[in-house]
């Protein structure tokens, strides 16, 4: 749905003056060079606006009342359906000066001022769209009925409340992936096409950016794009390419295996940024895999392996010197499950996976044994997908889904392969990606 959504997105004429538009060529695709484009130009879609109509929400009341003793607000719609609202949670999330500043959008009454047992002295409605409670202390409560309707405590709308603050859908893939690829300056510049990045990045996991400068520097913009970068041990940005003493064993010729950035990070970066600024001419192939979906075949074929894999804590461990010294160790499930038993994040990194294996010895060969199972279905044909980046390729991708890896390639008398590499946060991205939301669907 999202991928369709920001299609349209781009489609749509909606443009403003002062805003910074891209010449489209025949296939919609950027005709002018970096050169063309203002530095930072994204700043200029964002004071433009672009903001869309909100969309429609019917919230017009019937009538109200108090029921149960007058610890709930009962609101009947004109469409039909009612709402319940406990008085507790009226009271606490008042919106008047008050209990609440507007400002910050953040609540002023404290918690210890709560009666957590509060009745309603009085309800009445105002014109159909607005309620005003009394309470016993006198203090006047107001609450608009397209507020009220959006948190309603049914099913339904705490489900469409979850779809719109969170953008749950995944879309899974395997060997079969269609790589979405935008032009990294239109992404900059344009909130349809950043919207459209972003949308497709949480949804499939995985998105090539095209035609960035074949240069450091680059991701530094992509971060001011969102937000900001995340800094760890190893620097704001990265250079992969092969190094005497290498301190990681990306910064080598060698096979990457399947993995995962950092599980010795108690919260690992959730986004990875790779630029590709030099390509070696032979191997050097990138390869992901999406471990959700590897994951969720796990526990169908093998439940044992699933339930020890996301039950087990893996020690990880990276020490070293880099940005400054560092002595890194933490426990980690390889898969990590929400309250309902499904996979949500991956953490397996076979590199910095520590010798120490804190389980009884009659748990290790069965862990070994599930580890290599699922392995074994990362690296499958019909799962993994291969690609191979040139000089301006970007590729985004969802580190906390997705493992990736590389082809090994041979090592030259200077450096024949050169990736700049950065990482963010899922909480930056869901930022950006829920302002864009807003000013472009009207969606909060």
Same mark, same amino acid.
């Given at each position: ?36 484009? &203002? ?128 953008? &749950? /859908? ?56 969102? $937000? ?40 690992? &970066? $959730? ?90 010895? /009659?748990?290790?060969? &069965? ?78």
């Amino acid at each position: 749905m999202w991928a369709a959504v920001a299609s349209a997105l781009l489609r749509a004429k909606v443009r403003q003056a002062g805003t910074c538009s891209l010449p489209r060529g025949p296939k919609g695709r950027s005709a002018v060079a970096a050169a063309a484009l &203002p530095p930072r130009c994204w700043q200029r879609t964002a004071r433009a606006g672009h903001t869309a109509q909100p969309r429609s929400m019917k919230a017009e009341i019937q009538k109200v009342e108090a029921l149960e003793e007058n610890h709930f607000v009962c609101v009947h719609w004109e469409d039909g359906s009612e709402s319940r609202f406990p008085c507790v949670w009226l009271r606490d999330n008042c919106q008047c000066p008050d209990c609440f500043l507007d400002s910050a959008k953040a609540r002023k009454l404290l918690f210890e001022d709560l009666d957590v047992n509060i009745v309603v002295k009085d309800v009445t409605l105002t014109d159909g769209k607005k309620i005003s409670v009394t309470w016993p202390d006198e203090h006047t409560s107001e609450y608009e009925a397209k507020w009220l309707k959006k948190r309603c405590f049914s099913e339904e709308a705490r489900e469409e409340m979850r779809k719109d603050l969170f953008l &749950p /859908e995944r879309q899974y893939w395997g060997s079969d992936l269609q790589l979405l690829e935008l032009p990294f300056e239109e992404v900059l510049c344009s909130d349809e096409s950043a919207y459209k990045w972003l949308c497709t990045l949480k949804k499939v996991g995985i998105v090539l950016l095209t035609g960035a400068p074949a240069q450091q520097g680059e991701l530094v913009k992509l971060g001011h794009r969102i $937000g900001f970068l995340r800094l760890t041990f190893y620097g704001p940005t990265w250079q992969v390419q092969d190094k005497t003493d290498a301190n990681n064993v990306a910064y080598t010729t060698g096979k990457l295996s399947f993995h995962t950035d950092y599980p010795v990070m108690q919260h690992p &970066p $959730g986004v990875q940024f790779l630029h590709c600024i030099k390509q070696t001419a032979a191997g050097g192939e990138s390869e992901v895999v999406d471990g959700l979906h590897v994951a969720n075949k796990l526990k169908k074929q093998n439940p044992q392996a699933f339930q020890i894999l996301s039950s087990t804590a893996v020690d990880y461990t990276d020490v070293g010197v880099d940005y400054c010294d560092f002595a890194m160790q933490c426990k980690q499930k390889i898969i990590d499950i929400d309250y309902r038993g499904q996979a949500v994040r991956i953490n397996y990194n076979n590199a910095t996976r520590d010798t120490v294996l804190d389980i009884p010895a /009659e748990k290790v060969r &069965p862990f070994y044994a599930a580890l290599k199972e699922f392995d074994d279905l990362l690296n499958s044909r019909e799962h993994k997908f291969t690609y191979k980046m040139k000089p301006g390729d970007v590729v985004t991708f969802d580190n906390w889904r997705l493992l990736h890896g590389r082809r090994s390639y041979r090592s030259g008398a200077t450096v024949t392969r050169h990736l700049e590499g950065a990482y963010a946060d899922w909480d930056v991205v869901m930022s950006r990606l829920r302002i864009l939301r807003k000013r472009l669907l009207g969606r909060n």
